[in-house]
């Protein structure tokens, strides 16, 4: 149980685009979900918290207006970088919880070129 | 969340226990110790987690000091798939609480 699903695993996109990045609970509700970013040879920093039905929060220093969440449902959400540039390459990863413990999705690794 | 210390990297014989310390000496009464691990180019894992008591599930075994200033987690026979950069969290538990993850300890187990 548990299982969070996150896609796509790998993008590619060119700079001045923008790429949506989904992110699934599949077998449970999760009214509550992470993003997060991760740079090579870097720890987990968390982007936002996912809120359905309301606003996203975001962390210091994130830029709302560039990484746009949507928490439509109890089940998703998604993760927009709008207008990518290089410096977005990243892996980004997220998360939901339940019964006391966060479950992952597999994270997705964004390269823009 | 309290913050945690970890040594930056170990390595392990494969077969052997390998014992990940973590110190959280400002942690607070009401916050768990969390342990996850993240496989290269994969999302975290959790593995265990706990309060005071020690701890024991199918992957390792969660052992904290009776002050709750530290504790150990420990995987009894390390195998080549546990080679992982292994985090230490402490947070107060529930299911809308985010984790902040630290540079945690990268564990390479070797032949």
């Known amino acids: 149980g548990a299982v969070v699903s996150q896609h796509p695993s790998r993008v590619i996109c060119k700079s001045g685009t923008s790429v949506k990045i989904e992110c699934r609970s599949l077998?449970?509700?999760?009214?509550?979900m992470f993003w997060y970013r991760q740079f090579p040879k870097q720890s987990l920093m968390l982007m936002a918290t996912?809120?359905?039905?309301?606003?996203?929060?975001?962390e210091q220093g994130v830029e709302k207006d560039k990484f746009l969440i949507n928490h439509a449902s109890l089940t998703l959400s998604t993760l927009t970088v709008t207008s990518a540039h290089p410096e977005d390459s990243s892996f980004y990863i997220c998360s939901a919880g339940r019964q006391g413990r966060n479950t992952f999705g597999s994270g997705t690794r964004l390269t823009v070129v | 969340d309290a913050k945690t210390t970890q040594p930056p990297s170990m390595d392990c014989a494969e077969g052997r226990a390998a014992n990940l310390p973590c110190n959280h000496s400002?942690?607070?009464?009401?916050?768990?110790v969390y342990w996850y691990r993240q496989i290269h180019s994969q999302g975290p894992q959790y593995i265990i987690h706990g309060l005071k008591n020690n701890e024991t599930n199918e992957m390792a075994s969660l052992i904290i000091t009776e002050d709750r200033k530290s504790s150990t987690l420990i995987l009894p026979h390390a195998t080549l798939r546990d080679t992982a950069v292994y985090y230490c969290?402490?947070?107060?538990?529930?299911?809308?609480?985010?984790?902040?993850f630290g540079t945690g300890t990268r564990l390479q187990v070797t032949l």
């Open positions: 996912s809120n359905e039905g309301s606003k996203a929060t975001y």
């Open positions: 969290i402490v947070r107060v538990a529930g299911t809308a609480s985010k984790l902040t």
């Open positions: 400002t942690i607070s009464g009401n916050e768990y």
């Open positions: 077998d449970f509700q999760a009214t509550t």
